[in-house]
């Protein structure tokens, strides 16, 4: 089959990385300025649009050609330019993104990134950043200049010639990446689910405008008067300023060392008057509730929806889909009773009223973040999502029979691990039912080998739990859950043992095994898991661990210790990836619109009178044959705006 590699340069007055590459294209100033490009093995050729050069038949045919498989790294950009810049949709079907590729090894999501650890010999062009700032973004105007706002070729041509050189550079680094990666291509069922990905970014999903316009202005005009409201208190030249207000509580008998938002809840218990006051401002004014609004704003596209907010394998170590953008997986939850009321009084300007009806103005627009998605005219949302999804995989891979029966009884997953911690029967809302607490703080913290710390985090001693408490309880979820806890160690055992002796060990129904330097998973659904470069290494007890090559939370390439519980965490996460992945085949597949993702919860645009919330979650609720005896549920419900049930 024949193969063009492609890499673009483009013009947009449009910010990238803040707007996504739908409005960057989407703008009336959008064009592309190089396009390079290889087919198979033959040298990099390179178009200059921008100096008035035409593409040649034979690419332009094969643009269009499903025949001939486009390649690129990170190629929605490339595919989403170039429909722009002909005026036609492409299809994804006949793309491939090395970008991809590269992440299921676990390898990092950058070009540059990933030829710095595969030690490529045409590595990316240290200076394209530069070349990139210099004619793809505008320019401020200057005297030097001539104050123009944007740079031409005619205005550098010696830079012309480098970012020529740049752009024909990078298709020799994706096509040398690939020919590194030749031997883990990626899978025809991973080209199914990146092929769906890619059209449920290109439909996107609509926004409601006036919402979002009027929910900043609200923000705007009660960071006003609340900012007022600290000047008069308090004289401040800036009541912002932490440095100052630290000064103002001091001069009132209040030592503080901090000011971020838990020391501020901390001290508001104790104050009173102008204190008191002041201290509730604070919070109030550095209640950040409209940056995704801003983001939303700044996302939507001329057809008044927002497109690729969700980036497939972004999440490069699980598999799981990353939020792009509005961060659509970190949405704030909704819990104001009537949000219809709350979202016309928005929309309609009465701001007077909503700081009337509700204790917080900024808490109302934050909750209504979710809100200012919506479903086309004729159509309405069914949202669809999981059930306790981890803790059902968790419960089957280690064979915890008590967990797998209370799911498959329908039974409540906390009162049931409340129970079987306690020795006692624990109903929600009923017999010993102060005791679910304590069993959801254990199902949320534990399950992955957490401990006292992970409790902690989880804020266990915030909803009044003692620190003496904590440990106990550590032991009594361990206790109860024997084939969970046998489940992390034997995982270790199985990953250690593949690695020291460089085989492969299969485990339940898991296989680890060593090649070519990789530690590779291998998932009940046939995906793999990998591990870069792992060899044993001493932890910080003192003992020896296992560790591997990859990026780290610093966002850098580096060494990463690991453990039987934390593979435990990314074999879960990633089967539950796979189930929801398959499961929105199956819905696509019965010609159902998939708009948005979220963790585990799918999100449909349904005409008004066509399917049920019913037949969706049933058909979300099958168990793929890899999947035998896992008790899967859905549960869902239909919404004329996006929101949390």
Excluded at 211 to 230: G, H
Excluded at 272 to 277: F, S
Excluded at 375 to 388: K, L, M, Q
Aim: with cysteine; proline share 4%; net charge negative.
């Amino acid at each position: 089959m024949a193969l063009l590699a492609i890499d673009i340069e483009t013009y947009s007055d449009v910010d990238l990385t803040k707007s996504g590459v739908y409005a960057y294209c989407d703008s009336p100033q959008f064009e592309i300025l190089l396009f390079a490009y290889a087919f198979d093995d033959e040298p990099t050729e390179i178009i200059d649009l921008a100096c008035g050069e035409q593409l040649p038949q034979k690419v332009l045919d094969a643009l269009e050609d499903t025949s001939v498989i486009k390649t690129a790294f990170n190629a929605a950009f490339e595919r989403t330019c170039i429909s722009k810049h002909l005026g036609k949709k492409l299809s994804p079907a006949a793309w491939q993104c090395t970008a991809v590729q590269s992440a299921m090894l676990a390898l990092p999501l950058s070009l540059d990134g990933v030829g710095e650890v595969l030690d490529i010999q045409r590595k990316k062009l240290k200076e394209g950043a530069d070349l990139v700032r210099f004619f793809s973004m505008p320019c401020k105007a200057t005297k030097a200049n001539g104050g123009r706002t944007r740079n031409l070729p005619s205005h550098e041509p010696e830079k012309w010639e480098r970012f020529k050189a740049y752009c024909i550079r990078d298709v020799d680094a994706e096509r040398e990446i690939r020919h590194k990666l030749r031997n883990y291509p990626i899978s025809e069922s991973e080209m199914r689910l990146y092929q769906m990905d890619q059209e449920i970014n290109d439909r996107g999903i609509l926004v409601d405008r006036e919402l979002v316009a009027n929910a900043v202005l609200c923000d705007t005009e009660y960071k006003e008067a609340v900012t007022a409201r600290a000047y008069e208190l308090t004289g401040l030249d800036n009541p912002n300023s932490p440095a100052q207000i630290k000064g103002w509580l001091t001069d009132r008998g209040v030592e503080v060392d901090s000011l971020d938002k838990k020391a501020v809840k901390s001290m508001i218990s104790d104050a009173d008057g102008e204190v008191l006051e002041v201290l509730q401002l604070r919070l109030l004014m550095a209640k950040t509730s409209v940056k995704k609004y801003e983001a939303i704003e700044r996302s939507v596209c001329s057809d008044g929806r927002c497109h690729g907010l969700l980036q497939f394998y972004g999440a490069n170590r699980t598999g799981r889909w990353a939020g792009r953008l509005v961060q659509v997986q970190n949405l704030p939850q909704n819990h104001i009773v009537d949000l219809e009321l709350a979202r016309n009084l928005v929309k309609n300007r009465q701001f007077d009223l909503i700081d009337l009806l509700y204790d917080s103005t900024p808490g109302v627009l934050s909750e209504l973040i979710r809100t200012a998605f919506v479903p086309r005219p004729g159509t309405r949302f069914i949202v669809a999502d999981f059930a306790a999804i981890e803790a059902r995989v968790l419960a089957w891979f280690s064979g915890e029979q008590w967990r797998l029966t209370t799911f498959e009884e329908g039974g409540d997953i906390y009162c049931a691990s409340a129970s079987q911690m306690f020795g006692v029967p624990v109903v929600k809302h009923g017999e010993n039912g102060h005791l679910r607490q304590k069993g959801k703080i254990a199902e949320l913290a534990l399950g992955y080998g957490g401990s006292v710390g992970a409790l902690t985090s989880m804020g266990a001693l915030d909803m009044g739990m003692q620190e003496e408490e904590l440990q106990p309880l550590v032991n009594q979820w361990r206790a109860s859950n024997p084939h969970i806890t046998k489940f992390w160690w034997d995982v270790d055992a199985a990953a250690v043992k593949a690695v020291k002796e460089r085989t492969s060990v299969t485990y339940k129904n898991l296989c680890f095994s060593y090649r070519s330097g990789i530690l590779f998973v291998t998932l009940p659904s046939g995906r793999s898991l990998s591990y870069i470069k792992p060899r044993m290494t001493q932890n910080r007890f003192g003992r020896e661990s296992l560790s591997y090559e990859g990026v780290g939370e610093s966002k850098k390439w580096m060494r990463i210790e690991t453990y039987g519980p934390k593979l435990v965490e990314n074999i879960v996460q990633a089967t539950a990836r796979d189930l929801l992945a398959m499961a929105m085949l199956r819905l696509r597949d019965a010609g159902f619109d998939i708009v948005m993702h979220i963790h585990d919860e799918a999100v449909l645009e349904v005409p008004e009178g066509v399917s049920s919330v019913e037949e969706i979650c049933r058909i979300m609720a099958v168990a793929p044959d890899w999947a035998s005896g896992l008790p899967l549920r859905a549960d869902g419900y239909e919404c004329p705006f996006y929101k949390k049930d």
